[in-house]
């Protein structure tokens, strides 16, 4: 499956981009997808098949342009258009490697980011950057049915995975559901965790949207990306057992360690 | 909610921002979020509010900076965060506006483009850019269980509505299933259309996943965006009425034009 990939096996090699396939695509109609776009299209079938795996080091481009017979700014637009898809990472002074596959997050459910985590085998941490009270602001105070201005918490923490920064989370919540909630430690606990336990507060359905955004120096600056990458904003109202909205998040995940996945769509009729 | 934007007039003045919301924001834990990341929120929440419509022109950099009091580097980069949203809109020689409210696609359902858009009331379209049969490639044929180089047709179209480009599309399909596919027109026609009228073949589910991408030179020429903004990508293996695959799409939307929702995700247990 394109979101699990099989791995065939650890071959590397680079010979194996196939120069037969970059002459296959007689188009029949005009404009035809250019040169670069078509050897991307092939290395990039490389790397989902498996032939090249995570971690892999590409070839230099002057040896690897003159193997494929195209010229190196050619062969430099698609390893541009790959690396813009989060498919490669470029180390400087080294050398450019296939990423890591990305992790999956359900886009159909709502799985705590902790949970989520921790059951793909990952060690999930959070770094708090703010905590506060303040006055709501009107499309959040409209979001969470309180009046203009009435008292919110408002925490900003950056999400991590293995001591990693992948994620971004903004977090507001209407401060007469969650008294004294700052003096909660939210740099060890899960929000969802301290919701439950310390205010029997279950978020139980959400309504959330998916938009691409480009990374701001701010956000590329925490999550150690550079700026102007693509992020995934995800917003969540989330509501409790008694259907109360309780919580409006903006989480801003990097594009290129997430996927968000919908295993099972169905046709609307 | 955030997603169906309430407009709540047609006020578009500029000096509704409001200038004391800058001050709120005294962190308890450094580093505090900077200056311009809290003009960004404040405007935000006035385009969310519908304070400032959409198409709602900005002032001028200088005169908005003094009446903040604010240097112009940083409103500057307040802009430039909300640019990388997809919220505002540089027109060269002319100024900044609010963008358009971005058009709803279901993030948990498989709802076909042509019906998706024109349920929302607008005029869908599409131009050929590339229909031609050739061998699948590895990552490909696994997906669809056919062997490695069964011939597939391969379609890439460009998808309008109101004859503005806004998705780049992607399609494989077996060959075998549809026989003589490229005698059909798919500029006027939905390919689920003619699947189900000529072939018999009803996609019912699909497995899709969506990632941020940054568009490429390609891309941007032909969705007539700059290079580097964000686009959403969309994967889709397509299962007919006998849970066979018969279509894995690729396709890329102008995260400026769109966002992906999930109207009630419930807490996965």
Known sequence: MFASRAWDGGRAGFSS??????????????PAAPLYAQIAESLLEQIESGELPPGARLPSEREWSEALGVNRMT??????LLGAQGLLVRRRGDGTYVAKPKIERQAAHLVPFTKGMERRGYLPGARVITLEKRPA????AHELRIPVSAPVF???RLRLINREPVMLERFTAPAHRFPGLERHDLSNRSLYDVMEKEYGVIVVRARQSLEPVAAAEYEAEVLEVEPGVPLMLERRLGFDQDDEPVEYGEDLYRGDRFRFVTENALLES
């Open 137 to 140: 602001e009107t499309a959040v």
């Open 75 to 80: 062969l430099r637009r698609a390893l541009r």
């Open 154 to 156: 408002f925490v900003r």
């Open 17 to 30: 981009v196939d120069a037969s396939l970059l002459d296959r695509s007689v188009s029949r109609f005009a």
